[in-house]
């Protein structure tokens, strides 16, 4: 069970990436769909952008919880479907064990 303060953080860093992917889309930096975005939330589970989901119209209830293998732990749907993370969270698994920091 999560604590007051770990809730707070996920909530802000939702809200962190919600910001940076409507930026993204704003610039022309990534059209519909393209890109991720990923931070770490914790030492066992990231928060990331989900697959086919549009940068310019995410929300932070889009926002997908996984762990260091990539697996789903949270999601919400989206629609008709369950909101799942996009086949890069691979290579962002990998940079993050690369460089735990």
């Known amino acids: 069970m999560s604590t007051y ?5 996920e909530a802000a ?10 930026l993204m889309w704003e610039k022309g930096f990534v059209a519909a769909s393209d890109g991720n975005v990923s931070v770490r939330l914790g030492d066992d589970r990231l928060l990331t952008t989900p697959s086919g989901v549009s940068k310019g119209f995410l929300s932070p209830s889009h926002v997908v919880v996984t762990d260091m293998d990539g697996k789903p732990v949270r999601s919400f749907g989206h629609g008709d479907r369950q909101l799942k993370p996009s086949s890069e969270i691979l290579l962002h698994l990998e940079v993050y064990r690369q460089r735990p920091d």
């Not at 303060?5 to 953080?9: C, L, M, P, S, W």
């Not at 860093?13 to 409507?22: A, D, G, H, K």
């Open 5 to 9: 303060a770990e809730r707070q953080q």
């Open 13 to 22: 860093l939702r809200e962190e990436i919600v910001r940076i992917c409507r």
